[in-house]
């Protein structure tokens, strides 16, 4: 085989090197977008939990609090909005990326019916399940978007921040949807055992979150999450809701509720920054790190390009024939001119053409474990949609299905998913 002018390899692997720099650069404005919605995310948080409270007390209590949790979404909403325009603008140099936008017009869609909510909210024309479940749902979008991105993640060392981010946040919304639930029952005088059965499996679905964020998390927000002891009374008062019937409950059980899983959500909060800075962080080095290597290749391949003046042009490399490989022959002299062009070319196309197989060996086991969640939320969603119902209503439904038919949770999703793509269905 002759290669004419090894300049051109030279040139296309140049050019990997730089678009995995401009990959890495593309995730940095991701890991933004990311901060920004766990930013929204916790203030929609606050402003469902402040919400709850006026309605469970028939708008006695935190009445005046509804305008400041509004004003903090409505900041939090616009610096969202800022990054959601970055990311449109990107949208030509992200030909993969159909479903990271059709997300974000979902989450977008949603936030655009929060006025006409508080307008709702605020006459008393809105059941406190049904304001609540519409916060939820905005929030639910939000975490979808957040998944996305984590999809999209050509990077093993961010693709892992960024899941150990998304887990740990959709743990944390459902310790969000926990407290919502308790100060209701609470200010209601008891949990129905509908609600008792609920709260046990807010808390089962939190673990498991929180046990797939120790297995991407680094060792610091690792740690920091095990030191995070949760309130003994708020473990009581969770045991009392879980067994009491109704009638048996403390007066003034819903505040108190409230106030302690306040103060566990927002020391997770403290946790999911330290996420967020983390993975600026990791955005940030390996995008100087790539910047390094871009220069260190260049430099390799610099003394193999022929001089302008020289006698290098238009020489040939040649490779010995099967015959001669299978021999052990390898690569075979070029007439005497630079036969250690041939060599150092092939020695730098297979380290990067290693490099890549091991980061794709990488991702492809991280996706797998991404795989099962999205396959779940997926079936939810077909659920949801065809249905009518709420997301913890959908994922019940597939639990009792999976336990009649013996069956892993995401078998039965895998399943419907099979089904609606041979109908036609949308997910």
């Known amino acids: 085989m002759t290669v004419a002018d090894p300049s051109t390899t030279i040139r296309f692997l140049m050019a990997s090197r730089q678009c995995e720099l401009n990959s890495l650069r593309g995730l940095l404005q991701s890991g933004e977008l ?10 929609l948080q606050r402003e469902r939990g402040t919400t709850n409270l006026f309605l469970c007390s028939g708008g006695r209590l935190c009445a005046d609090e509804l305008s400041l949790r509004e004003q903090d979404v409505t900041q939090a909403q616009a610096q969202f909005m800022a990054q959601v325009g970055v990311l449109e603008q990107r949208a030509a140099s992200l ?21 006409g909510l508080r307008q709702q909210i605020r006459q008393h024309n809105l059941p406190q399940p049904d304001a609540m479940a519409a916060f939820s749902e905005a929030i639910r979008h939000l975490l979808t978007l957040v998944f996305e991105v984590s999809d999209t993640a050509a990077e093993p060392v961010i693709a892992r921040a960024l899941i150990a981010m998304f887990s740990f946040m959709q743990g944390k919304e459902l310790a969000g949807q926990e407290r919502a639930l308790g100060a209701a029952a609470f200010a209601a ?6 609600e008792q059965q609920t709260l046990l499996d807010l808390i089962e679905r939190q673990e498991r979150c929180f046990d797939t964020f120790v297995s991407f998390a680094d060792d610091d927000n690792r740690a920091a999450w095990q030191a995070l002891v949760t309130d003994r009374e708020f473990e009581r008062l969770r045991r009392l809701a879980c067994t009491r019937l109704p009638g048996n409950m403390p007066p003034d059980g819903s505040l108190h509720w409230f106030a302690l899983a306040t103060t566990r959500i927002d020391a997770m909060k403290q946790i999911e920054d330290n996420l967020e800075q983390a993975l600026m962080r990791l955005c940030r080095e390996r995008i100087a790190a790539a910047e390094q290597a871009c220069l260190d290749q ?37 007439d005497g001119v630079r036969p250690q062009l041939g060599r150092s070319l092939l020695s730098l ?35 949801m949609q065809h249905r009518g119902l709420s997301e913890e209503e959908a994922y019940n439904t597939l639990r009792r299905m999976a336990m009649n038919q013996n069956k892993k949770l995401v078998e039965i999703a895998a399943a419907m998913l099979a089904v609606a793509d041979v109908l036609g269905d949308p997910d």
């Open 95 to 115: 030909p993969q990326a159909s479903r990271l936008f059709s997300r974000t017009a979902s989450v977008l869609y949603s936030l655009g019916l929060l006025p």
């Open 34 to 43: 990311v901060g920004r919605i766990s930013q929204l995310v916790h203030m």
């Open 189 to 194: 005088g008891g949990f129905s055992p509908t």
């Open 349 to 383: 196309v297979q380290q990067q053409a290693r490099r890549l197989q091991s980061l794709d060996n990488e991702l492809a086991e991280m996706r797998a474990t991404l795989s099962e969640r999205k396959q779940i939320d997926r079936a939810k969603g077909l659920l």
């Open 298 to 334: 260049q430099a390799d391949v610099s003394g193999l390009l022929p001089t302008p003046d020289g006698d290098d042009h238009g020489y040939s490399v040649f490779i010995a024939a099967p015959d001669m490989a299978e021999a052990g022959a390898g690569w075979l002299d070029s």
